[in-house]
């Protein structure tokens, strides 16, 4: 098990960035789990209690999983987990996105 300064089991993410940490991820991962059979969108909505699940209309992802947002710099991914068929990734600035099989997403900052 995988444990991060917060106390708060990392396990299921793997950090693409060789500076990121466990305890980058802050409470992120305690917002999610395997257990619970309802999709991240709904998981992130309840747990997440400053605010729940709040999409942001503007990003764009690439092929390489960066997003940007219009005259912001481009955001690289620096950890990500799956949750059965979707994929959760990790950017700077606790921005998520949740990225479905068929490849639309939603991102949000959960800060």
């Not at 940007?68 to 921005?95: C, H, N, S, T, W």
Request: net charge negative.
């Amino acid at each position: 098990m995988t444990i991060n300064c917060y106390e708060v089991d990392c396990t299921g993410w793997t950090m693409i960035h060789p500076q990121m940490t466990p305890d980058g991820l802050g409470y992120v991962p305690c917002f999610l789990s395997d257990d619970d059979p309802r999709p991240a969108r709904e998981q992130f909505n309840e747990r997440y209690v400053y605010g729940g699940w709040r999409p942001n209309p503007g990003f764009t992802k690439d092929d390489r999983d960066f997003i940007q947002y219009p005259g912001d710099r481009a955001l690289p991914p620096v950890a990500e987990r799956k949750l059965r068929d979707e994929r959760i990734v990790f950017y700077p600035g606790a921005v998520l996105s949740i990225i479905q099989p068929d490849g639309s997403y939603e991102i949000a900052r959960l800060d």
